[in-house]
C-alpha cells in the first residue's frame, strides 16, 4: 500500500462549489503539506503543518482553508472553487527528525482538479 | 521573497552526452533538495544538500551546492533514456519551502 494516499483522485467540479481532497499517510511523519502544480510554474505551497494544532499558510493559500484531523490526515478545502483554482494538487510528508534526510518530503500520487 | 529559477527549463540531448542543470535561488537557505517527476507521476527524492561544498552520486546523476553563490547544479553522466523526467529543485528558507520550474529533460537515443 501506498505510505501517502490523496482522495479523490480526479474531481470535476463547478464554480462556487465547496470541495474537499483528503490526505492520509502511514509514515508516522509529524510534517504534512499541500502543494498545487500548474504547467511551467513548479510547485507552490499552499498550507502545511507541523503537528495536529499547528496550521501555517504557504505562499499562495488565498482561498484555500485546510484541517489537520488527526496526525495521519491533512485536508485541503475549496470554499468556493473558482476556474484559476484548476491544478494537479499535491499531498506531501516529512520527518522533523534533523540529520541527513532533513525534511526530505514524500509525495501523493495527486488529485488532478478541474473548475468549470 | 525567496525566488528559485532555474536553467534550462527545457533540455534534449543524446544518450552518453553530459549536461548540468542549473538551480539559483534569492536568499539564504540551510537545505536544498533535488526531485525528479516522471509524466502523469508524482515526485520522487533524488537529493538533499544541507551544506556548502555538499556534493552528492547516485548513478549517473551528481548535485552540488555552493552557498556562497546560492546556486546548485545537478550533473547528468552519459545520459540514458530512463533519465528523461522534469527535475525540480526545491529551497527550504525557515519553512518557506519554494520550488523552482522544472527542467524537462529528455534523453534521445
Known amino acids: ?116 | 521573497e525567496l525566488k528559485v529559477e532555474q536553467n534550462p527549463l527545457f533540455l534534449s540531448m543524446q544518450e552518453g552526452k553530459n549536461y548540468t542543470i542549473y538551480c539559483n535561488y534569492s536568499t539564504t537557505s540551510d537545505r536544498l533538495y533535488w526531485y525528479r517527476q516522471d509524466p502523469g507521476k508524482s515526485l520522487e527524492s533524488l537529493f538533499v544538500l544541507l551544506s556548502n561544498g555538499a556534493v552528492k552520486q547516485e548513478g549517473r546523476l551528481m548535485a552540488s551546492l555552493d552557498t556562497k553563490a546560492r546556486l546548485s547544479t545537478l550533473h547528468i553522466t552519459a545520459a540514458v533514456h530512463d533519465l528523461s523526467a522534469t527535475y525540480f529543485c526545491a529551497v527550504n528558507n525557515n519553512n518557506d519551502m519554494r520550488f523552482g520550474a522544472g527542467t524537462r529533460l529528455t534523453v534521445k537515443p
Open chain 1, 1 to 116: 500500500d501506498a505510505d501517502v494516499t490523496q482522495t479523490p483522485r480526479n474531481r470535476i467540479t463547478k464554480t462556487g462549489k465547496r470541495i474537499m481532497l483528503e490526505c492520509s499517510q502511514t509514515k508516522g511523519h509529524d510534517r504534512m503539506y499541500w502543494y498545487r502544480q500548474d504547467p511551467g510554474l513548479g510547485l507552490r505551497l499552499i498550507y502545511y503543518s507541523f503537528d495536529v494544532k499547528d496550521i501555517n499558510k504557504g505562499e499562495i493559500s488565498d482561498g484555500y482553508s485546510v484541517s489537520r484531523q488527526a496526525q495521519a490526515k491533512f485536508s485541503l478545502s475549496l470554499e468556493s472553487a473558482i476556474p484559476n483554482q484548476t491544478a494537479l494538487y499535491f499531498c506531501a510528508t516529512s520527518d522533523s527528525v534533523t540529520g541527513a534526510m532533513a525534511d526530505t518530503q514524500y509525495f501523493g500520487p495527486g488529485t488532478r482538479l478541474t473548475v468549470l
